[in-house]
């Protein structure tokens, strides 16, 4: 079946690492998106990207790094400059310019920093 | 700039009532399209419903249904006949043109038996 596969679900970071969260897709689908989501404050936008080689800053970018060297993986790096890391992490994918047929949304990856 | 509003941030009610979830977005875009989605606990957003800016039909599905209103910029969804397995974080979005979607910060549902 097809669908987005997030890992690790759970993630625990010291303070000054980078960690890296995956997410993967088989649905050949072109856009991929990575949002935040804190409590009471919904989803809000880190990265996203419309095509392999190229990806735009969303809302909250700052403290963190995306690389888009294949259609299927879209990787978030939390770097040590985000000062608020922990949060619930969502990937998201959808046809190009496809966000009027909504997205496809992976299980999630909950980073807490120790 | 898109915006979408869930004033209830938690609802609490008994088995088997009838429940409403409050959206209301601001666009300037001619065409766009509103969605819902249901946060179960284990965290995967579900996709629920799609309704585009052209078609103000209501719809329903089982005990779901949407009401959809341009006039008032709303996009409401009842539940009838609620259950426990309807408990979830649902979500309200609208598409900020063609490539992404704008969130509102969700509305915290929960059934009691």
């Known amino acids: 079946d097809g669908g987005i596969t997030q890992s690790p679900k759970y993630l625990f970071r010291k303070e000054g690492q980078n960690v890296t969260l995956s997410c993967e897709q088989n649905l050949n689908h072109d856009a991929m998106y990575w949002y935040r989501q804190d409590p009471g404050q919904g989803l809000r936008l880190i990265y996203y990207s419309q095509i392999v080689n190229d990806f735009q800053k969303g809302d909250i970018a700052e403290g963190y790094s995306v690389s888009r060297e294949k259609k299927e993986s879209f990787p978030l790096t939390v770097t040590s400059a985000q000062k608020n890391p922990t949060a619930f992490y969502l990937c998201?994918?959808?046809?190009?310019?496809?966000?009027?047929?909504?997205?496809?949304f992976g299980s999630g990856t909950r980073l807490t920093v120790v | 700039a898109q915006k979408v509003t869930q004033a209830q941030t938690e609802i609490s009610v008994v088995e088997k009532e009838d429940v409403t979830l409050d959206c209301v977005y601001e666009?300037?875009?001619?065409?766009?399209?509103l969605f819902w989605y249901k946060q179960p606990p284990s965290g995967e957003l579900v996709f629920l419903i799609r309704?585009?800016?052209?078609?103000?039909q209501n719809e329903i599905s089982g005990r779901y249904s949407w009401n959809f209103q341009k006039s008032t910029s709303s996009f409401n969804f009842t539940i009838t006949a609620s259950q426990v397995v309807d408990s979830a974080v649902y979500f309200c979005a609208l598409s900020q043109g063609a490539q992404k979607l704008v969130f509102g910060q969700g509305t915290r549902l929960t059934i009691n038996p």
């Open positions: 309704r585009n800016s052209f078609d103000e």
């Open positions: 998201a994918s959808s046809l190009q310019g496809g966000a009027g047929y909504g997205y496809t």
């Open positions: 666009t300037r875009d001619t065409t766009y399209y």
